[in-house]
């Protein structure tokens, strides 16, 4: 195997790296500016919660920036792995606060205060997906069921004939019945479907289960999401308790982030934010950058 020199920052490295290797240059990253790590190697587990990047980082010109791929290097251990696909990460963070969501949401239909329906959504043929067209069903919805809604989460997938079809969580109080969208006039623009769920695992099955189909993702063989077409949407109410909604934030945080100030996010009652601007996260009076920095490496990845 080759070693391909290549930089981060003002620090020289090389590595070896299989395939064939390109002309490495100085991506001129400012420390701590792009993070968070997926390992390498054919059929090991991608942490993709660790991922945040744009594909205009990516520095090698060649067929790996087109795909959004690249290579990140750990500061700390000069380890280098392989950058997921723009689509798993978006996944990975979707499944996340899906999760955080409805450990959040859940003791309140334990307790037997609310309920929970599932909704879906489906464009007739004829119609075409449009931007705000979730946002618009929103708040109709918030519209009708007024303060009868407690929170909800919704989440976006492609169907094999290339429209935009919606999975909607809605959390209700007791006692308070939701309608067919369609047949009620909410949403306008083809069929809807209702399930009531039965249990949190119910509810994971559901959604996640689309979560599944990497065709209905943007994956490779499936059709393209809309420019503009968010993957998923939610709203945490004033009736959680703080600590819940603070859960569900952290939950989003790049994996070192989180591990570095859970226990003193939740002791604080409050999380990090991000600098404005970029390069780190402030945090209870101090600075935290990503270990993880970019790896110029011009690599073709098939």
Not at 57 to 83: N, Q
Not at 224 to 246: A, Q
């Amino acid at each position: 195997m080759p070693m391909l020199p290549f930089y981060v920052g003002r620090e020289d490295y090389s590595i070896e790296i299989p395939g064939r290797a390109g002309e490495a240059r100085d991506p001129g990253r400012r420390a701590g500016e792009r993070s968070e790590p997926a390992p390498a190697g054919p059929g090991s587990p991608l942490p993709l919660d660790l991922i945040t990047y744009r594909t205009s980082d990516l520095v090698d010109g060649g067929k790996a920036r087109d795909a959004g791929r690249g290579y990140l290097l750990d500061r700390r251990t000069g380890k280098v792995i392989a950058v997921p696909e723009p689509w798993q990460v978006r996944v990975s963070r979707c499944k996340r606060a899906l999760d955080g969501w409805l450990d959040a949401v859940w003791p309140l239909v334990e307790s037997q205060r609310c309920y929970m329906i599932r909704q879906g959504l489906t464009l007739a043929p004829e119609v075409e997906w449009k931007d705000r067209l979730i946002s618009g069903y929103m708040a109709r919805v918030r519209k009708e069921l007024r303060r009868s809604l407690v929170d909800y989460f919704w989440v976006a997938e492609m169907q094999a004939r290339g429209a935009v079809h919606y999975h909607v969580l809605l959390l209700v109080r007791t006692g308070h019945r939701v309608p067919l969208p369609d047949r009620a006039g909410w949403w306008l623009h083809g069929s809807s479907s209702v399930v009531v769920v039965s249990n949190k695992q119910g509810a994971k099955y559901l959604v996640r289960g689309y979560l599944g189909k990497d065709k209905q993702k943007g994956g490779p063989g499936g059709p393209s999401f809309p420019t503009g077409l968010r993957m998923y949407g939610m709203r945490l109410g004033k009736n959680l308790d703080p600590l819940r909604r603070l859960l569900v934030r952290l939950a989003l945080l790049p994996e070192w982030l989180r591990q570095e100030v859970f226990a003193e996010a939740v002791t604080i009652g409050y999380g990090p934010r991000r600098r404005k601007g970029g390069g780190g996260w402030w945090f209870h009076g101090r600075v935290l950058c990503s270990p993880w920095g970019w790896a110029s490496c011009a690599v073709d990845l098939r």
